[in-house]
């Protein structure tokens, strides 16, 4: 058993332990308040470790945006570049588009003018026939008037054919005639 004087130290003991814990209960319950605190700060610590996770990947497709964008700048200047050629080029062809023009203009006109003289002209044997010129073609040999037009051989009526770009038929008499209308001659057969 415990002695009176035991008992008194036991029980200043357990006051003082009291007194301790009393005096402690403020800072426990701060500590508490910490441990909430920190759950609270650890919670805080994921939701931006997952939004700076969601900055990452958004930066990452910037990059990659920026990346394609510099590709798609240098495809285009490319291009603009080819195009700044080719206009060029173009530039420098319209000259001598332009003087084809003129010459083909001249030469149809040229032409309406050989037909309307044959239309009007060519009425006897020894009529000239002012002869067609189809573009820049080497013009084969020509019969120099009705008469040999009308004495041509199937070999020259041929050529003449394939020059004009009239299809050949059966009847050499038909191609002959063709080649006349064709030049504005109204009939190779003449009276004369």
């Not at 008194?8 to 800072?27: L, P």
């Not at 508490?32 to 969601?54: F, P, Q, V």
């Not at 084969?140 to 020259?156: F, G, T, V």
Request: contains cysteine.
């Amino acid at each position: 058993m415990m002695s009176e004087a035991e008992i008194k130290e036991f029980a200043r003991n357990i006051k003082a332990t009291g007194q301790f814990i009393d005096e402690s209960a403020t800072e426990l319950s701060q500590i508490g308040n910490l441990n909430e605190a920190r759950n609270e700060l650890m919670r805080e610590i994921k939701n931006i470790s997952s939004k700076l996770t969601n900055l990452e990947s958004n930066v990452t497709s910037i990059k990659t945006e920026f990346t394609e964008m510099k590709t798609d700048i240098t495809q285009i200047k490319s291009e603009f570049t080819e195009m700044k050629t080719d206009i060029t080029q173009i530039k420098s062809e319209i000259p001598e588009m332009k003087f084809q023009i003129d010459l083909n203009f001249i030469q149809s006109e040229e032409n309406t003018n050989k037909r309307l003289f044959n239309s009007l002209l060519c009425l006897t044997q020894d009529s000239k026939i002012a002869w067609i010129q189809m573009g820049y073609d080497v013009m084969p040999e020509m019969p120099k008037n009705l008469y040999s037009l009308r004495n041509a051989h199937r070999n020259q009526i041929t050529v003449i054919c394939h020059y004009y770009k009239i299809p050949p038929s059966e009847s050499l008499i038909g191609d002959k005639q063709a080649i006349a209308e064709f030049v504005g001659v109204q009939n190779i057969r003449t009276h004369h």
